[in-house]
Each structure stands twice: as C-alpha cells, then as structure tokens.
C-alpha cells in the first residue's frame, strides 16, 4: 500500500527536484497541500494532477 500523505522530502523525491522547488510550488498554489497540526503533507494525487498538469492533460480518475 502507497502512502496518501506525503512529506516534501518524499514529495521532492518523487518528483526529481529539491525540497525547496516544492515548497516554492506550493507557495505559488501549483501543488495542493494539507495541514496536519504543524505538518504539511502533499496528497499523492496532487502529485499525479501537477505532472498531469505539465503534459497538458486533463486528470482523468482510474476507477
């Protein structure tokens, strides 16, 4: 099982770029987050729906 809620290290790994390249698209409003008391987690599909979002296409739902 994947893990729902990531770190922005995690999420930075995923993606191939800094921590700081996260942190500066989720201040820009580029990649959803949540807050979980002082944490800030990143949903996986917020993940899928930015790269999604780069290629031009629309984020389709596997059902």
Same mark, same amino acid.
């Given at each position: 099982?994947?893990?729902?809620?990531?770190?922005?290290?995690e999420?930075a790994?995923?993606?191939?770029? /800094?921590?700081?390249t996260?942190?500066?698209?989720?201040?820009?409003?580029?990649?959803?987050s949540?807050?979980?008391?002082? /944490?800030?987690?990143i949903?996986?599909?917020?993940?899928?729906?930015?790269?999604?979002?780069?290629?031009g296409?629309?984020?389709?739902?596997?059902?």
């Open positions: 099982m994947h893990t729902l809620l990531l770190t922005t290290t999420a790994d995923l993606l191939g770029v /800094s921590r700081a996260v942190y500066e698209l989720l201040n820009a409003g580029q990649l959803e949540v807050r979980i008391g002082r /944490s800030r987690r949903p996986r599909a917020a993940l899928v729906a930015y790269v999604d979002r780069l290629c296409r629309a984020h389709e739902d596997a059902a």
